[in-house]
């Protein structure tokens, strides 16, 4: 009878240490999204970027177009909505200086009618981040006006972590069909 009171209460001790598995690291808060557009200002980088990956409360997204995705590698986690090939003149057209488009946002044509949240959820931190910056620069300050809290986190080549996937270096999109 003792035997089988020790064996129960051994039991049962194995199964409550099992139902407490051990907490894995803190995630990470997200800062205060701050009024600068640029790379520099941001407190989420391409350096602290791990952090933010794979979470339901942050999207992180690659602004560069197909081809820059192909060649130079992507970043796993990320969702690519590319800026030249899809949001200029869907949601935004960069104003013109000199008959040159230009990157000041504050000439920038938005369009209101565009589906922000079906792109941008407003529940979520959106980093953002292109081959240089200027892109994520320039959709932060739509965005920012829009009420989001978006994050420039930089350039792609700055990404060292253990989710870049490399790409090929060759790709080139194929020509558009004449019609």
């Known amino acids: 009878m003792k035997r089988t009171i020790l064996s129960l209460f ?4 194995v ?33 602290n970027l791990d952090q933010y990956l794979f979470r339901t409360d942050v999207l ?7 081809e820059e995705r192909f060649n130079a590698g992507y970043i796993i986690g990320t969702e690519t909505i590319p800026f030249f090939q899809y949001l200029e003149g869907r949601m935004v057209s960069r104003g013109t200086v000199d008959g040159k488009a230009t990157w000041d946002a504050k000439l920038a044509k938005v369009n209101d009618g565009f589906a922000f ?8 931190a959106i980093i953002l981040f292109c081959a240089s910056g200027t892109r994520a620069a320039y959709v932060k300050t739509v965005l920012d006006a829009k009420g989001y809290k978006t994050y420039n986190a930089g350039a792609f080549k700055d990404y060292k972590g253990p989710n870049k996937v490399l790409g ?6 194929p020509a558009p069909a004449a019609h």
């Open 10 to 13: 051994g039991i049962l001790l």
């Open 117 to 124: 949240a079906n792109y941008f959820p407003q529940n979520k």
């Open 15 to 47: 199964i409550t240490g099992c139902a407490t598995a051990p907490k894995g690291p803190a995630v990470a808060a997200i800062p205060a999204p701050v009024a600068s557009a640029a790379a520099k200002d941001s407190p989420i980088t391409m350096e």
């Open 60 to 66: 992180v997204v690659d602004l560069r177009n197909l």
């Open 168 to 173: 090929d270096g060759v790709y080139t999109l």
